[in-house]
């Protein structure tokens, strides 16, 4: 029996931006953590450089 190798060839898939709200700097992010804390009742919020899309996010959630 021939044992191939599957050899299909998956096109490069589109970068995936996050699902998340992008900022491009960290003062932006900071400024909108502001905003959203003037407007609402919230949790602590952080803003976080992320290693997929190298941009900044937010996220109530402390590492
Ligand atoms: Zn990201």
Redesign the pocket.
């Known amino acids: 029996m021939n044992h191939k190798a599957l050899n299909t060839v998956r096109p490069e898939p589109v970068t995936p931006p996050?699902n998340?709200k992008?900022y491009n700097t960290e003062e932006e992010a900071q400024d909108m953590i502001r905003f959203i804390k003037e407007h609402r009742r919230t949790r602590e919020l952080y803003a976080y450089k992320?290693p997929?899309?190298g941009?900044w996010?937010l996220t109530s959630k402390k590492k």
């Open positions: 996050c998340k992008i992320c997929v899309c941009l996010h």
